[in-house]
């Protein structure tokens, strides 16, 4: 009856307000007083509670990463637990891999379907999951606004065909590094060098002068997958800046790479070079200890890594056999009618998929993706190898830093990264494959060849050659010199 009764009111309601909007739709600047009626408490069995929040599903992202810096697993944990105190659904676990076997283990996994959900990649090598079928658009997946906060330069190096497939950590320039006072002894102004660079031909007498029993003038990282650092890093000496020239004409058919072959070939019999293969972490190791005047590859925060090193020497803390050690960041030097440069590279991290992987799940992996590549995060890890961050939140989180760099040091790569040319635009996800995939079967073994004088510059050049007009066709390779 109650409820029959409260029908009847409502009713009357509804007929009533619909004769005053039937009326003049001027309202009155006051309403005259009516008596107030207490709304109708609603019936016991029409009280309902206000749905419950449902609980966010647990999930788990795997990364894997090389040691991007000598405490990156120790910060990552840091960072983990952080993330976590907004995402505590979300658990992350770590692969730590080494750096001379980082990109066979990620191949091997990817290729087998379980790959992890972010890999730290340099971007020259994204291509390789692309045609893998594994790397995944990003841009699908990250917070709304998340881009804006990144440099475009850096977003660049990190796409293919147009399609972003990861975020940048920084943008490092890679040359040479030696030791200032066996530099000094062997008639090298570094200074000098440091702010105009050098041409190859002095280059050359410096390392013939700092050959010396037990030293060799120049080493460099080239032991396996290393080789394409060579390659890479030491090929902008002869002229060869990219694997492709602007044209999109795969670059190592040039003879700008005969030119750098034949410097190898000359260099090794010599005896100013090693004619063995010199592991990643082994030639930092002979700079140490005297047993190398000049290395590479060679970067800004190398400067730390020596610096600590001195300091262990007096707590027997530092690698056996070591000297005290005044860094010198140096520029690679020129050949003849080669304009200087310098070669820069992004790192990031790319996110792919494996056969577990989800929309839902690969959103979860952006929001890690993006926490790791910015802000506080990225800016501790920038800070360590003495580098500039690519995003705003990491400059702002920069801010103030001492990073302790020597003046002429921190002069001399400021110098060299306004020396790196990008890549040319529109390399596709194919080229990229099928240029590392060059890099891998031919170009890394015939070089551990060279070095061991078992093949010659101009075998190995002529298979380079074969190898790519096969990939890439003949017009699809630059037979002339890039200039």
């Not at 000098?192 to 990282?221: H, M, P, R, S």
């Not at 990264?417 to 099928?434: C, D, F, H, M």
Request: net charge negative; glycine share 8%.
């Amino acid at each position: 009856m109650k409820k029959k009764f409260l029908a009847l009111l409502l009713c009357l309601c509804m007929v009533l307000g619909l004769a005053a909007c039937g009326g003049d739709s001027k309202q009155p600047d006051s309403t005259p007083d009516t008596p107030k009626q207490d709304a109708p408490a609603p019936a016991e069995d029409d009280k309902t509670d206000a749905p419950a929040e449902p609980a966010a599903e647990e999930d788990t992202i795997v990364i894997m990463t090389p040691p991007v810096t000598g405490d990156y697993t120790d910060l990552l944990a840091g960072w983990i637990a952080d993330f976590q105190k907004d995402y505590p659904h979300l658990k992350v676990e770590v692969i730590a891999t080494a750096w001379d076997d980082h990109n066979s283990k990620l191949s091997t996994m990817a290729l087998s379907g379980e790959a992890p959900d972010i890999a730290e990649v340099s971007s020259g090598t994204i291509g390789t999951f692309v045609e893998m079928g594994v790397a995944v658009n990003v841009a699908d997946y990250l917070p709304e606004g998340a881009l804006s906060d990144y440099d475009q330069n850096a977003l660049d190096y990190m796409t293919l065909d147009n399609t972003l497939y990861g975020l940048p950590l920084y943008l490092t320039i890679q040359a040479l590094g030696g030791n200032k006072q066996m530099l000094l002894d062997a008639g090298v102004d570094v200074e000098k060098v440091q702010a105009n660079g050098w041409t190859y031909d002095e280059f050359l007498k410096a390392i013939e002068a700092g050959t010396k029993d037990g030293t060799y003038g120049f080493v460099f990282a080239n032991a396996g997958v290393t080789t394409s650092d060579f390659v890479n890093i030491f090929g902008v000496s002869a002229g060869i800046t990219s694997h492709f020239t602007k044209d999109l004409k795969y670059a190592y058919t040039s003879e700008n790479m005969k030119n750098l072959l034949t410097s190898v070939e000359t260099m090794v019999a010599s005896g100013w070079m090693p004619n063995y293969a010199v592991e990643a972490g082994q030639r930092l190791v002979m700079l140490e200890t005297g047993d190398a005047m000049i290395t590479g590859k060679a970067m800004p925060l190398f400067e730390n890594n020596v610096k600590k090193n001195n300091a262990g020497i007096a707590t027997g803390e530092a690698v056996e056999g070591s000297i005290e050690v005044e860094y010198a960041f140096l520029p690679v030097p020129a050949m003849e009618n080669v304009a200087e440069s310098c070669y820069g590279t992004v790192d990031g991290m790319i996110m792919l998929r494996n056969n577990n992987s989800t929309d839902e799940h690969m959103k979860n992996v952006a929001l890690f993706l993006n926490y790791i590549c910015s802000g506080k995060p990225v800016a501790e890890t920038v800070n360590q190898i003495l580098l500039s961050c690519v995003c705003q939140s990491g400059r702002d989180a920069q801010a103030g830093a001492d990073l302790g760099q020597d003046p002429s040091n921190a002069a001399a790569s400021t110098r060299c990264i306004g020396l790196v040319q990008a890549p040319p635009t529109g390399i596709t996800g194919e080229q990229s494959a099928n240029a590392t995939t060059i890099m891998n079967e031919v170009i890394v073994p015939k070089f551990q060849a060279l070095l061991a004088g078992e093949t010659t510059a101009q075998a190995m050049y002529d298979e380079v050659c074969s190898k790519a007009t096969e990939l890439f066709g003949a017009d699809g390779c630059e037979m002339g010199f890039i200039k």
